[in-house]
């Protein structure tokens, strides 16, 4: 096979994988040729630029900034991205981060395409087939890409509007400065007194982060684009959010009209109001909501108990030798990277995966191309909304069980989004036979 980039280091492709005719999923790729609703370039540029007050970023940016673009579309729409590599000399990518999209769109380097060189374009087609809060990040060498800059959000709108004011607080570290939207400060939203607000928290880092409100309570009202099932009040409890994972929460704007602080991480975030934006900071409360219990249940349309395939996810850690380097690195099932045996399921199948991690480590771990409904942490049921995700962050000595049917063909990486982590091999692939 021919060498190619992957997570920052050489993989062999298989050269000679030919994806098995699955499920049809022309509901996804669309007609090729129907119109896009959503037409995007986004040109990527080796560039010094200023995210944060005073301070200059060696990186990349898309359209002239980082984060990119915010890009919105609503649900069913078909979105169109051509990407055009002006000037980063490792090549780029995007992958849609949740968004369960037909296999060629999904943006791998050295998976699903090859890196887009200088001076190459490459155009993603998806349909967004959710409402949802997504991102969009490089999958050419992503530990340094996306610190570097090249990132976004990706808002999917419902086909019906809520109401709501609608707000996008992504979280990103530039050399190691916290920044909301590529800000340093406070985001502001405009939000008159009784309105309900939406704040869609997108964590780009590398760790979790905790976001909790002061000035009024809220409602956690979807997680990994996903919406839960009667959510309740919140108040004086932090939300955590994985790493690569979202989190949207939804304040009801005070009567008296006074503004409301989002915190993300950290002191700033995004200030709700309309006349004032001098919302106090208030402490990070010492309670973490539980999602294993919050909302009430629904049914998850398949059952788990049913399973077709059953695999374990073991994360541990030896010494050893990867691409020739010696050093004490992560492996799946005992397996190091490259050596760890694909999950290979058949289309329509529902399939039950243990993630177990004992490897000193906490791993925000990221399925492509799926969702997936946590069954269990450490042998307790889930007992609340059906929780879906796409990250999912397992602690040293966790374990959960988590469900998925199988409804996407293709070749899909199954990574720790703590990115630095999956250069250092904790990567693992779902293939369909
Ligand atoms: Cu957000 Cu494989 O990544
Ligand atoms: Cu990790």
Not at 59 to 65: A, D, E, F, V
Not at 124 to 139: I, L, N, P
Request: glycine residues 14%; charged residues 20%.
């Amino acid at each position: 096979g021919h060498g190619v980039t992957a997570m920052g280091r050489d993989v062999a492709a298989p050269a000679d994988h030919v994806p098995a005719p699955g499920r049809d999923v022309t509901s996804l790729t669309a007609d090729p040729r129907r119109e896009a609703d959503v037409r995007v370039t986004l040109t990527a540029r080796k560039q010094r630029f200023r995210p944060a007050a005073g301070r200059l970023v060696d990186g990349y940016t898309l359209n002239g900034t980082s984060p990119g673009p915010v890009i919105h579309a609503t649900a069913g729409q078909l979105v169109e991205v051509r990407l055009v590599n002006e000037s980063v000399p490792d090549g780029i990518t995007l992958h849609w981060h949740g968004v369960d999209v037909p296999n060629a769109a999904d943006g791998v380097a050295g998976v699903t395409q090859d890196a887009v060189g200088v001076g190459g374009s490459f155009t993603y087609r998806f349909v967004a087939d959710r409402a949802g809060t997504f991102w969009y990040h490089s999958h050419q060498m992503s530990h340094e890409q996306v610190r570097r800059g090249l990132l976004g959000a990706l808002v999917v709108a419902p086909a019906k509007g809520t109401g709501a004011v609608d707000g996008v607080a992504l979280l990103h570290l530039y050399d190691g400065v916290r920044t909301v939207n590529g800000r340093e400060g406070d985001v502001r939203v405009e939000a008159s007194p009784g309105a309900r607000a939406r704040v869609r928290v997108i964590n780009t880092e590398n760790g979790q982060t905790p976001v909790w409100v002061g000035g009024a309570p809220f409602r956690l009202v979807a997680v990994d684009g996903t919406d839960l099932n009667e959510p309740g009040p919140v108040r004086g409890t932090a939300v955590m959010v994985t790493a690569g994972g979202r989190a949207d929460l939804e304040v009801a704007m005070p009567e008296d009209g006074s503004p409301v602080r989002v915190h993300i991480g950290g002191p700033t975030g995004v200030v709700l109001g309309s006349r004032a934006y001098d919302a106090p900071a208030v402490p990070r409360p010492a309670a973490t909501l539980d999602l294993l219990s919050y909302g009430a249940p629904a049914p998850i349309g398949f059952d788990p108990d049913a399973a077709d395939r059953r695999f374990v996810y073991d994360i541990g850690r030896r010494p050893g030798f990867l691409d020739g380097r010696p050093g004490l690195w992560w492996t799946v099932n005992g397996h190091m990277f490259p050596d760890v045996p694909m999950y290979v399921v058949a289309p329509g199948d529902v399939v039950r995966m243990r993630i177990g991690n004992h490897s000193g480590e906490t791993h925000p771990m990221h399925l492509h191309g799926h969702h997936a409904v946590v069954l269990s942490r450490g042998g307790v049921r889930a007992t609340g909304s059906p929780w879906w995700v796409d990250s999912l962050e397992v602690g040293n000595g966790e374990w959960y069980d988590i469900a998925f049917v199988a409804d996407n063909p293709g070749i899909w990486m199954d990574h720790c989004h703590n990115l630095p982590h999956a250069a250092e091999g904790l990567v693992a692939h779902l293939m369909y036979e």
